[in-house]
């Protein structure tokens, strides 16, 4: 993982324009997730509310993901940063700009339910598509059954996102030194299991898996929504959590420190470490090679003089990488 100073080096995305793309994103997806059932007629909308969802987060990464690696979802934030690919400040900056971007389009949607007569209380509306349990639950799903399928739903999402942007590599520059975007494959599957995930949660309680989506739909219903809210905040990110931590977990025991797969340390930090052991070598291959001098000219070998031992790399602390969130 680059330091975060590396971050603002000109031909890298800075801070605030990644922010901004999540934010756009997370708006793109929200409008769309909550807009397909709310205006959903069997007659004119064939496409099922949970697959437009699905589509969005598709859509929303392919059009944003060269920029900030397409979150759009606090959960999955929260993961990556777990996992140790996504640093803590920026995190910070991603969860503000998706909660933001959230808001931005249900207020979009508020404002289409404003001009659309045969809907007098747009509140009842966003009631519709608001995450709940219990009396508000199509199935009457307990508390209980809401917050484990948000648990498991969001460490699925976030193992399957991790786990498809690791093989499209979205972290790797083009021979322009740009960042490249995710391929296709990525988007197509964390699309497919938010659609998938989507129409599981939708008869429990509308359950969103991503808490921007949950706190933007719960802004403009009714109250009950908003007293409900700490549960789909709670759930998903404990479960995106867990999954994170297994998917470092891997990463760190699955290959030796230092090659493929292990966990990465930072460059900078990896060169500072270093820097001592390479001065120490340079000056002791300074002194053997002028003892060495010394010796050709005197015509023996000066008493006590041995060859320079090459300078062994610096002890890794795995334990310590884990939770700093280092990476080679």
Known sequence: MTSTVSAFRPGNSRLL?????????????????????????PQSNPLP???????????????????SGG????????????????????????????????????????????????????????????SG??????????MASALLLEVVGAAVLMAVYLGAMSKDETGSKDEAGERKGPALAAPLAVGLTVAVLLQLGQAVGNLAFNPARATAAALFSSGWAAGGLWLFWV??????????????GFAL????????????????????????????????AASDKSASDKSASDGGAVPGTAAAAPA???????????FDGKRD
């Open 133 to 142: 349990f219990g009396e508000h639950s199509v199935i009457q799903a307990h």
């Open 235 to 248: 759930a998903p990110l404990f479960g995106a959590a867990i999954a994170g931590l297994v998917f470092r």
């Open 253 to 284: 025991f699955s290959a030796p420190a230092g090659a493929a797969g292990a966990p990465d340390v930072d460059a900078a930090a990896a060169a500072e470490g270093m820097d001592s052991d390479a001065g120490a070598a340079s000056d002791t």
């Open 17 to 41: 324009t990644r922010a901004a793309a999540e934010a756009l994103g997370t708006l793109l997806v929200v409008l769309i997730a909550l807009g397909a059932p709310l205006f959903a007629l």
């Open 71 to 130: 979150q759009f979802n606090p959960a999955i934030t929260l993961g990556n940063m777990v996992a140790g690919r996504t640093r803590f400040a920026e995190g910070l900056a991603y969860l503000a700009a998706q909660v933001i971007g959230g808001i931005l389009g249900a207020f979009l949607l508020l404002a289409v339910i404003r001009t659309i007569p045969s809907i007098s209380d747009s509140r009842a509306a966003f009631d519709t598509v608001a």
């Open 49 to 67: 509310a949970p697959l437009a969802g699905g589509l969005a987060v598709t859509a929303a990464m392919l059009a944003f993901g060269a920029f």
């Open 312 to 322: 062994a790399p610096a002890e890794r602390d795995e334990a310590r990488d884990f």
